[in-house]
């Protein structure tokens, strides 16, 4: 079964753990904290996870966050131009896994990865594809964020 949950109701503390721009404090990006879920994208967290060896690049993107009220402001590049894309920390969840980008680590480890990936999709107007066909569902789902 498919639910959405926000990471700021999951976890309480979640503002303790991020530094201002949604990234996690007192520790490094590692390539290790992007895992791929049921979403065919691996090619862009390829991307992502290569940034990782320039950490400057992604800090970046990061533009300011709101975690406990669950709001990020990310500043990506869209037709030659900059565009702050704002997004909220609803998920979707498939049984008790998340359903797309993630990390094996703890939930303010991975976060950073699943706000890209998210934003991405939003600035792209792919939101439609980023949460289409939960196979493991066995539903068809189509949400918007």
Known sequence: ?????????????????LDKKGLPKGRDLLATDVSQGTLGDCY??????????RPE???GIFEEALPEKGLYAMKMHFG???VLVAIDDEFARLHSNFAFARSPTSLHCHLWVMLLEKAY?????????????????????????
């Open 80 to 82: 030659g131009r900059e």
């Open 44 to 53: 862009y967290l390829a991307a992502i996870a290569a940034l990782t060896e």
């Open 1 to 17: 079964m498919v639910k959405f949950e926000r990471i700021s109701h999951m976890s309480s503390d979640i503002h303790k753990k």
């Open 121 to 145: 999709a939003k600035l792209h107007g792919k939101v439609l594809l980023q949460y289409l066909f939960l196979r493991k569902s066995g539903m068809l789902s189509c949400c918007v964020l």
């Open 57 to 59: 690049l992604i800090h």
